[in-house]
């Protein structure tokens, strides 16, 4: 897979995200994919952030991209689609993970995720569409494309959710602090529970 990130961005971004590295030797290795690390997988996906996510699947897929294209030419989408989101998110994820651009708050949050659940989508979609096209020789890059579908559509649902939060409320450059009054205006007291 090429993209506009140099060698040693892939390489720091493999091994900040981790399940990336996981999936190419999974695909090395061409066994079976046993439960636990099913669930491993699953695990460390689901502990990520909706754009870190997103991100860790397509460096993944471009693994499964590699194996397969151009003998099976719709996985060759996921190629284009990953470079994509590679270019798109790579350089600022890792320059917040360097902690050269720290603020990820308010309106910076809401410019980060805006196109995070499309794109999510959209790698789900290809990665469902590869899945089907696969025989049982493939069984192993299947069982990945299944993880990995089922993942981009939970964080996009996350992202979406994030998304529609922060557009009902006003988004503030500065993190928001509550202060006492604005917990004490949330109180809400029921009947019984006054001495």
């Known amino acids: 897979m090429s993209s506009n990130l140099s060698s040693d961005q892939l390489a720091r971004l493999h091994t900040k995200l981790v399940v ?39 460096l993944s897929v471009g693994h499964i991209s590699a194996q397969l294209c151009p003998d099976v030419p719709v996985s060759c989408a996921l190629t284009v689609e990953a470079e994509k989101v590679l270019e798109e998110y790579g350089p600022d994820w890792l320059a917040h993970s360097d902690g050269r651009n720290p603020s990820r ?32 020789s493939n069984q192993t890059i299947k069982d990945l494309c299944y ?5 981009a559509r939970a964080h996009m649902e996350i992202a979406d959710f994030v998304l529609q939060e922060l557009q009902g409320c006003d988004i503030q450059n500065e993190p928001y602090v509550r202060t006492t009054e604005d917990i004490a205006e949330n109180v809400i007291l029921f009947p019984g529970t006054i001495h």
């Open 105 to 136: 708050e308010g309106i910076k949050l809401f410019e980060v995720l805006q196109h995070v659940p499309e794109d999510l989508e959209a790698l789900a979609d290809i990665l469902d569409t590869v899945m089907a096209s696969l025989d049982e």
């Open 147 to 151: 993880i990995l579908s089922i993942q």
């Open 20 to 58: 990336p590295f996981a999936v190419g030797d999974l695909i090395k290795s061409a066994a079976a994919i046993e439960p636990d690390i099913q669930y491993a997988l699953h695990e460390a996906l689901s502990e990520m952030d909706p754009d870190t996510a997103l991100l860790a699947i397509a």
